[in-house]
Structures are given as structure tokens and as C-alpha cells.
């Protein structure tokens, strides 16, 4: 196996806030070869955008990085230089946000925003040609009338509609290493589908990587080839897709399979006791022993580390 | 080049124009459901053309200079002269509408050189947000903003000598910091939006994120700015005159004027009155247009 694509090794992060600082990311490690898919889930504030704003560098001005290593094929983007992260940034990797309406730029046509991202590629590409790739983008992202599309404000589009911009925008740039952040969370179910099943087909004909964070875990399960939990700032496991659902080792794990509702009965889905840690002030320790069910202050002394334990099957519990 | 490209490249300008016309059509529709914008932008366009073609409109065009005809002196309004002469002779109306001429000028050019670096500033300041840049830029515009405004321009026109030039001057410099406190606060919270952070993520330079992703966010508030300041600047500009250190005579004057007429007040009203009665008017019409325009920018933007 030749060097992976993304290796982020021990990242620390965190927010300067009134109370201090919030130590939120506490050394997340994990690996993306060339063309996998990667699911990160979690729950809400347990550190999945800012896991994907540590690695693209793009931290809010009162976040940083406080340790740990963002290997990009083998360079360490920390020590990058701002004009050289700037330059891998669209080109090499590239991310999709949240809320596709807030990523378009109100004022600007969805052709000129689109062309901005080619010329800024492509410089000396005839506006002609331009326009034609901005089309073919439109296009490959199934909107309709997509020549009239690129008249229209973002304003005048649906959410889903915009989301599919943000798509073709991110994917005129073929970049390596796609980092979408739940681009399907401010779209409705069907809508959701649709566009998940459009972006992992393009995301697959591109072999383009792919980090796609979401908090769906049926997303997961359908799409990506491994999974990545997180819990209050760390990666708690880290297997292949079917492995774990078939095998969750860590408690917090098989509380989140618990929780979600099923369609063939089973009663309303039990919830995880407690609620996600206070950054400010983190239980020492495993970050998980105020919740977990099989927490003895003897068999968990410190925090434990991933383990390997087979089948590609990364696990940090004592219990194992 | 193909004559099938010829007129897909046609049909998609033609599209353009189309959607593009439809878009000036909604903004028009919107302006007008408020008449006093409307009001505003007729007493702007009909004071601006009265300064533009002052030479044709004024009855009396070479009253505006030094001209004296002591047989017509002191006419009260009415007949030959609408709105009466002043004590050499000249016709008020005429030289008011020479002061609309002065005082737009200097309104123009006090904006367009106030407006550019407070701008730029503003920009790079509220980008750069918390950071020593941000410091050094906030607080040179804070001095400035401690000032008293009128103060400051009779201090610099003091020390310079008092002529039209220098109060233009001084009027610049007191009225960039205000631009930058405008566009400061908005670009310190529109570079945390997604957009601006997408293009980040996309490798978009600093150049391209302050003037191609934020400043266009910051036109419509500028415009709005701009417009409403046009009222402003008259002002002061008149203020300046009417303390005898902007425009010097015979040069018309809206706050000469009313300095001038002054002391035959209450027996020549007409002196005062007339240029008074036209700052307030056509600094309502800019204001009246600014909220307009405020109207229609923000929706648009919604």
C-alpha cells in the first residue's frame, strides 16, 4: 500500500472563549487512502466540522491548532506556507459546507461564481470554453435548463438546487480530497437522497477521497467504505463500514446503533444517558466514562488508546 | 467559429439581457411602491439637471459672478425677478441655481475622495478583525470619528487658507473614517460567512476574498452611504460658506447666500430664505432617495 492520501496524526484544536479554552479536538487520528470513502458521525458538538476545519486550515480566528500533524501526501499542511495551503485548496482538496445557501455569494450569478473558480484553475482558458465547462458542471450535477441556471442569483434557486451548485463547484476543481460537511442536513429526505446519490457517483467516477461528515448513520451505511466515530473531540473507533456495523465494540458505539429508530417496530430508540462534555473543563481520563455503562475506575485508569483488534478494526476502550 | 456558435453565443447574451433587465425591472417596481423615494428622486434628478444646464435654466445666468445692476437691487419676489435680486442687483433664483452647481461639485468630489480609502480600509480592518492591522486601522478612524467634525474643517481651513479647495479638503478628511466604521462592521461579519470561507477552502487569494467575495456584499450600503451623505456633505459644505470659510465671494454659494442675507433679515426675507428653503430641499431629496435606495438594496439582498 503506497503512502495514504490524508494522514492526520494526534490533532489537538481548540476555541479561545470567555471561560478559557476549549480544548474541543483532543488528538484525532485517522486515514484516508486514495479514492476511499470515509464517514465520520458523531453526535452534535462532539468536534466533526472542526476536525474538517483543522485540516483545511481554516479555523475561526479565535480557534487553533494546538498540536499534532495534517499530513497531505506526506506534507505536514501546519507547516505549509499560507500561499502554499492556498494553492492545494481547491486543487488538491476542497470541501462542501453545511448549509448550501450560506455558500453561495448572494450577489453573484451562479455562472459568475462558477467561472470565478475556473478562471482561478485554469488561467488563460477562453471564456467560451469557460462557459461550457461551467454548463457541463451544471449539468453533471442533473439541473435542469442549466444555461438559464447561470443567469440566476442563488436567491432564485431551491435549497436543494443550491446544494447541487456547491457540489459542481467543488468538483470543477478535481480535487483529491473532497471534505463535505452534512451537505444533506438542510435538505429535506428525498431531496437528501437524491443529492447523496449524485455526489457519491461523482465522487466515484472522479476517484476523488472523500471525508463526508454526518450524523446519519444510514448515509454511512449505504455509502462509505469505512467509519470513523467520534465522541467529545477524539476518534473512539475506526473500522470498515460493514465490520462495524455488525460489530460495534466501543459502548458509545452501540449506544448511537441503540438510538436509532428502526422501521420495523422495536419501540421508541433508547437515547445515550448524559450529554456530551463541557470543553472547557473535560472529564479526565476517557472523555466517555461519565456515560458509559461499563466504566470502573479500576479497569480505566487514563485515557485509552486505539487499538487494533483485527479486521482493520480500531477500538479505544479498556474493555478490549 | 461556427455559425451555430455565433448564435448559441447570441441567444445566450440575448438570455442575459433578458434576465438582466427583469432583475432592473423588479428593483424599479420596488423603489416606486414608496413615493417619497420617488419624491427624492425627482427633486435629485431636477436639482442635479438644474446644476448640470444651470447656463440655459438660469433666467440670469451672468448674475452668478460679479455682477451688479444697483437699479434692481433689493427686488422683493414677484415679476421679472421670481424669486427677488439681492442688494447688487443679482437674481437669487439664478444664483441658487449656481450654488446647486457649487455645491454638488464639491459634494461629488468630497465622496468620490472620501469614499475610495475609507472603503479599502474598512475592508481590510474588519477582514482582519482582532488582529494588530485591525488596532493600528480602528483606532487612526477612531481619532478621527472623536473630532468634532465641523471643528475640524474650520481648524484645517483655518491653517490652510479659506478657499473652496481647502474646505474640500477638509471635508475629505473628516469623512473617510466614516466609511471605514460602515464597511468595517460589515465585512467583520460577512468574512465569517460560508461563501467567504467556501472560497477560502477553494483557494481563493486574500485579493480576490476582500474585493470579489466581501466588497460586493458592501455596495448596496455604500450606495445607500453615498447617496445620503451627498445631503451631508451639502451641509457642511454650507456650513463652511456660511462662517466665511468655504466658498469665497462672488462665487454662488447656498450657505453665503444665507450668511449674506442675514442681516436684512426680517425686512429682505427673501435673502435667507430662498437659499435656506433650497439646502433643506435638496438635502431631504437625498435623503429621501438614500432610504429608497436602503429599500430596495436590502431586499434584494434578503
Not at chain 2, 438644474?50 to 433666467?59: C, L, N, R, S, T
Request: hydrophobic letters at 45%; a positive charge.
Amino acid at each position: 500500500m503506497s503512502q495514504p492520501l490524508l494522514e492526520v496524526r494526534d490533532l489537538s484544536a481548540g476555541y479561545r472563549v470567555y471561560k478559557g479554552f476549549l480544548r474541543v479536538l483532543d488528538g484525532v487520528s485517522l486515514t484516508v487512502r486514495r479514492g476511499e470513502k470515509i464517514g465520520l458521525v458523531g453526535e452534535s458538538g462532539c468536534g466533526k466540522t472542526t476536525t474538517m476545519r483543522a485540516i483545511l486550515g481554516v479555523l475561526p480566528s479565535n480557534g487553533r491548532v494546538t498540536g499534532g500533524q495534517v499530513l497531505f501526501e506526506g506534507r505536514d499542511l501546519r507547516q505549509a506556507s499560507p500561499r502554499e495551503l492556498q494553492r492545494l485548496r481547491g486543487r488538491k482538496l476542497t470541501a462542501i459546507f453545511q448549509n448550501p445557501g450560506a455558500a453561495l455569494n448572494p450577489v453573484f450569478t451562479v455562472g459568475q461564481q462558477l467561472d470565478a473558480v475556473l478562471r482561478a484553475h485554469h488561467p488563460g482558458m477562453p471564456a467560451r470554453e469557460r462557459r461550457q465547462r461551467a454548463i457541463e458542471a451544471l449539468a453533471s450535477v442533473r439541473l435542469p435548463d442549466p444555461e438559464r441556471l447561470l443567469n440566476n442569483y442563488p436567491v432564485q434557486l431551491s435549497g436543494g438546487m443550491k446544494q447541487r451548485v456547491c457540489i459542481a463547484l467543488a468538483l470543477l476543481s478535481d480535487a483529491d480530497l473532497i471534505i463535505a460537511d452534512e451537505p444533506g442536513t438542510a435538505l429535506d429526505v428525498t431531496i437528501e437522497d437524491q443529492v447523496m446519490r449524485l455526489f457519491m457517483r461523482l465522487v466515484e467516477e472522479r476517484q476523488s477521497a472523500t471525508i463526508f461528515i454526518t450524523h446519519s448513520l444510514g448515509v454511512v451505511r449505504q455509502w462509505m467504505d469505512r467509519v470513523y466515530v467520534m465522541y467529545a473531540g477524539s476518534i473512539v473507533e475506526a473500522a470498515p463500514t460493514q465490520e462495524l456495523f455488525r460489530n460495534p465494540l466501543h459502548p458509545y458505539t452501540q449506544a448511537l446503533l441503540k438510538a436509532v429508530p428502526k422501521l420495523t417496530g422495536g419501540g421508541i430508540p433508547k437515547g445515550i444517558e448524559g450529554r456530551v462534555p463541557d470543553y472547557a473543563d473535560p472529564p479526565a481520563g476517557c472523555r466517555f466514562h461519565p456515560r458509559c455503562p461499563f466504566y470502573s475506575p479500576d479497569r480505566c485508569p487514563a485515557r485509552p488508546a486505539l487499538v487494533d483488534v483485527g479486521n482493520d478494526h480500531l477500538v479505544a476502550c479498556y474493555q478490549y | 467559429m461556427s455559425s451555430s456558435e455565433t448564435a448559441a453565443a447570441h441567444d445566450a447574451r440575448a438570455l442575459w439581457w433578458a434576465m438582466k433587465r427583469d432583475n432592473w425591472r423588479r428593483m424599479w417596481y420596488r423603489f416606486t411602491r414608496n413615493p417619497l423615494s420617488v419624491v427624492g428622486l425627482v427633486i435629485v434628478l431636477v436639482t442635479g439637471l438644474a446644476a448640470i444646464f444651470a447656463d440655459y435654466i438660469a433666467p440670469y445666468p451672468e448674475h452668478a459672478g460679479a455682477f451688479v445692476d444697483f437699479g434692481n437691487a433689493m427686488k422683493p419676489p414677484g415679476g421679472q425677478y421670481l424669486l427677488g435680486t439681492d442688494p447688487v442687483g443679482r437674481d437669487v433664483l439664478s444664483r441658487i441655481i449656481y450654488g446647486y452647481r457649487f455645491s454638488f461639485g464639491m459634494a461629488i468630489v468630497v465622496i468620490a475622495l472620501a469614499a475610495p480609502p475609507g472603503v479599502i480600509l474598512g475592508l481590510v480592518a474588519g477582514y482582519y478583525r482582532g488582529t494588530r492591522i485591525d488596532s493600528i486601522i480602528m483606532r487612526i478612524t477612531d481619532i478621527f470619528l472623536a473630532v468634532p467634525p465641523l471643528v475640524l474643517a474650520m481648524a484645517i481651513t483655518a491653517v490652510l487658507t479659506a478657499n473652496v479647495f481647502n474646505a474640500m479638503i477638509a471635508v475629505t478628511l473628516m469623512w473617510w473614517p466614516w466609511y471605514t466604521r460602515l464597511v468595517y462592521g460589515l465585512a467583520s461579519s460577512l468574512r465569517n460567512e460560508f461563501y467567504v470561507q467556501a472560497a477560502e477552502v477553494m483557494g481563493a487569494s486574500k485579493f480576490h476574498i476582500l474585493f470579489r467575495e466581501i466588497l460586493p456584499n458592501c455596495i448596496s450600503s455604500i450606495l445607500t452611504k453615498m447617496t445620503l451623505d451627498m445631503g451631508f456633505v451639502i451641509i457642511i459644505g454650507s456650513s463652511l460658506s456660511f462662517v466665511g470659510l468655504g466658498a469665497q465671494p462672488p462665487t454662488p454659494d447656498l450657505g453665503t447666500m444665507v450668511a449674506d442675507g442675514a442681516k436684512y433679515m426680517p425686512d429682505q426675507w427673501w435673502l435667507t430664505t430662498f437659499p435656506a428653503l433650497a439646502i433643506v430641499t435638496v438635502v431631504l431629496g437625498f435623503n429621501l432617495l438614500g432610504d429608497g435606495l436602503r429599500d430596495v438594496l436590502t431586499v434584494e439582498e434578503q
